[in-house]
């Protein structure tokens, strides 16, 4: 029997089949910088205050919007307008026709194996609570997509 994000679309997922797509990388919760001239978007390793260093997740996501309204709610509705997701994000991939990564928890069956890869933000990010100025830190590793 194939796993379900081979056989359904992602609007036929259920919320339980839809968060376990998250593959907890951590990427969606940087701060981003888009140029207002050129629209180019940068990255940065500044991590949103929520975002747990130790396991890449946030430290109150059922109810992060009280914490941090301007938060985004990753939807099948809102996936194709989501650009700034970088391009091994599961919802991407996925919306994309691409499959999930080998590295993926639900193919690997090891939910730290991206984190040995260096595919997460672990050990990698610093929180916003602590920076002064975000564009002090653009940098280019959560764009890269390995596979």
């Given at each position: 029997?194939?796993?379900?994000?081979?056989?359904?679309?992602?609007?036929?997922?259920?919320?339980?089949?839809?968060?376990?797509?998250?593959?907890?990388?951590?990427?969606?919760?940087?701060?981003?910088?888009?140029?207002?001239?050129?629209?180019?978007?940068?990255?940065?390793?500044?991590?949103?205050?929520?975002?747990?260093?130790?396991?890449?997740?946030?430290?109150?996501?059922?109810?992060?919007?009280?914490?941090?309204?301007?938060?985004?709610?990753?939807?099948?509705?809102?996936?194709?307008?989501?650009?700034?997701?970088?391009?091994?994000?599961?919802?991407?991939?996925?919306?994309?026709?691409?499959?999930?990564?080998?590295?993926?928890?639900?193919?690997?069956?090891?939910?730290?194996?991206?984190?040995?890869?260096?595919?997460?933000?672990?050990?990698?990010?610093v929180s916003e609570a602590k920076v002064r100025d975000v564009e002090d830190y653009i940098v280019v590793w959560p764009l890269l997509d390995i596979e």
């Open positions: 029997m194939k796993p379900f994000w081979e056989v359904k679309s992602l609007s036929e997922m259920t919320t339980e089949e839809w968060e376990l797509l998250c593959d907890g990388c951590g990427k969606c919760c940087l701060n981003k910088l888009i140029d207002d001239e050129t629209e180019e978007l940068f990255y940065t390793n500044v991590a949103c205050k929520l975002l747990s260093k130790k396991d890449c997740h946030c430290m109150h996501y059922s109810n992060r919007f009280q914490f941090v309204p301007q938060c985004t709610a990753i939807t099948n509705d809102n996936i194709a307008q989501l650009t700034w997701l970088p391009d091994s994000c599961a919802y991407r991939r996925l919306h994309a026709g691409r499959g999930l990564a080998s590295w993926h928890p639900l193919v690997s069956g090891d939910k730290k194996l991206m984190h040995r890869k260096g595919i997460s933000v672990k050990g990698k990010i």
